[in-house]
Every structure is written in C-alpha cells, then in structure tokens.
C-alpha cells in the first residue's frame, strides 16, 4: 500500500486539452484575410469573364452577318478563324482560374500547417502534454467542455497574427519612406 501511493505521488499530472480544429481555423483572422483577398479576385474573374461573354456575343453576331454575305467555302473557313480564336481566350480564362484556386489552396495549405504549429508551440509554452484535435473525422468523439481551449488557443493565434501584421506594415512603410 506504502509502496503504491509512493509510486503514485511520483506521477506527475498529465495536462491535457483538445482543440477544435474547425473553430481555431475559421477564426484564424489570416484564414479570413485569405478568403477576403480571394473573393476580390472571384469577383474581378467573375467581371473579366462577362465582359469577355458579352464581347463574344457582339463579335458572333458580327461575325455572322459578315460570313452570311460570303461563299459557303469562306463562310466555313471565317466559322473556324472565330471558333479557335474564342477557343484560344476561353482556354486563357480557364487557365487562370485554375491557377487562381491552385494559390487559394496552397495559401489554406499553409494556414493549416501554421495552426497545427502554433497549436504545438502554444502546447509546450503551457506546459500541456497532449492537445488532441476535434474534427468531423471524430479524432475527439467527447471532451469535457473545461478542457476544450479552441477559443483561447483562435485568441493567442489571431493575437500572434496581428503583431506580425502590425510589423510588416511598419516594414513596408519604413522600406517606402527610406526610398524616398
């Protein structure tokens, strides 16, 4: 019995806490800023793209009251000229947009990779011996509410954030002023 509580009394307290991965990435204030900078690209896309529509309406009907005065031979050859010309910017467009949602997802990729390091960092700092994570997989199926630190941990990081934001946008202004 003596030899039990002494054992025991040498344990040392495991702290341990789960976050909800979901939560601190939504409210990750770079998440944000990501999702804010990408929707003004959508949109710029979304202007380009009907504008570039309306320019191929007025130019197929052009191009149509042009090829209907010509030889059924021209009327097919200026068909064609039109077709790979529309063919060539529709591919353009596409290409862009696939590049514009390959930089949105890379961009996510990292905001992932730098929460699951402040998460470790932050762990170490308090002194936690495990933080599990809590997500639709089901990874934390229950947790008491007292050792859910999703909103201290989305505090400290969004805190973090902003302080390296703060100093970029000091940096960027002194790098402005001294080159004036």
Do not use: H, P
């Not at 940096?171 to 402005?176: D, I, P």
Request: aromatic share 8%; charged share 25%; hydrophobic share 30%.
């Amino acid at each position: 019995m003596v030899v039990l509580l002494a054992f025991s009394s040498c344990q040392e307290q495991q702290k341990i806490a789960f976050v909800d991965n979901g939560k601190v990435i939504n409210d990750y204030q770079m998440k944000i800023d990501i999702e804010t900078r990408f929707k003004k690209k959508d949109e710029a896309y979304t202007r380009k793209t009907d504008s570039v529509g309306q320019s191929y309406q007025i130019d197929a009907q052009q191009t149509q009251m042009r090829l209907s005065q010509l030889s059924q031979d021209k009327q097919q050859e200026g068909s064609q000229e039109f077709s790979q010309k529309w063919q060539g910017i529709q591919q353009q467009l596409q290409l862009e947009q696939q590049q514009m949602q390959q930089s949105f997802n890379q961009e996510m990729d990292s905001v992932i990779v730098k929460v699951k390091a402040f998460v470790g960092e932050y762990g170490k700092a308090k002194g936690y011996t495990y933080i599990l994570g809590k997500n639709e997989a089901g990874s934390v199926l229950y947790g008491s509410a007292s050792n859910d630190i999703s909103e201290e941990v989305a505090k400290a990081i969004n805190e973090a954030y902003n302080v390296k934001s703060t100093e970029k946008v000091v940096a960027t202004e002194e790098k402005e002023v001294s080159e004036k």
